[in-house]
């Protein structure tokens, strides 16, 4: 019968020590938690709508949904932060192992602008008509075919005012856009 006593006895000194600590302790108040702006230019609503905008284009042709990359949405931000130092003329980086596609517009950076690039790629379609790629339809329907390429798997875009324009660059993994190769 002594056990008990003992452990009932260690209970309430023990929790007498805690609610003595915490009397002395200062009261925390719960802070929202602030996050820093994205690095990528984009806000969630934008990453949102512009990997909605490929996957339905990649519905369209049955073609599996992409899914957002922050490392490939950083490796963009880097890209047209280079670009913009630079001048502000596109380009395609060399020595990326992604695919690519980029886009300028002299809207302001609204919203829209993501959607507006990711038409303009898609708006390609019409020079495309199924064949595999070549030097000779690359170039007209390249931005088109890498948005619906079936091997990449993930999407990460940026943007950034340049200019008075505004430059959004997406890159895919693994890249696509294979001469000799259909996206699909």
Same mark, same amino acid.
């Given at each position: 019968m002594r056990y008990p006593i003992l452990l009932v006895s260690i209970f309430f000194l023990s929790a007498g020590c805690a609610n003595q600590q915490n009397a002395t302790k200062p009261v925390s108040v719960a802070v929202p938690k602030v996050t820093s702006p994205s690095t990528n230019g984009l806000d969630g609503d934008e990453e949102q709508a512009i990997l909605s905008y490929h996957n339905e284009v990649r519905a369209s042709v049955n073609v599996p949904p992409l899914h957002w990359s922050g490392q490939l949405a950083q490796h963009s931000a880097n890209w047209i932060a280079t670009l913009a130092a630079q001048g502000c003329e596109l380009r395609h980086s060399q020595d990326s192992n992604y695919g690519e596609n980029l886009f300028m517009s002299s809207s302001?950076?609204?919203?829209?602008?993501?959607?507006?690039?990711? =038409? &303009?790629?898609? @708006?390609?379609?019409?020079? #495309?008509?199924?064949? *595999?790629?070549? =030097? &000779?339809?690359? @170039?007209?329907?390249?931005? #088109?075919?890498?948005? *619906?390429?079936?091997?990449?798997?993930?999407?990460?875009?940026?943007?950034?005012?340049?200019?008075?324009?505004?430059?959004?660059?997406?890159?895919?993994?693994?890249?696509g856009n294979f001469m000799g190769k259909k996206p699909y």
């Open positions: 302001n950076q609204n919203h829209e602008a993501v959607i507006e690039a990711a =038409k &303009a790629w898609e @708006s390609e379609k019409i020079n #495309y008509s199924g064949e *595999v790629l070549s =030097k &000779a339809n690359w @170039s007209q329907a390249g931005h #088109y075919t890498q948005m *619906v390429w079936r091997t990449s798997t993930e999407l990460g875009c940026a943007k950034m005012a340049c200019g008075g324009n505004v430059m959004i660059a997406c890159n895919y993994a693994p890249a």
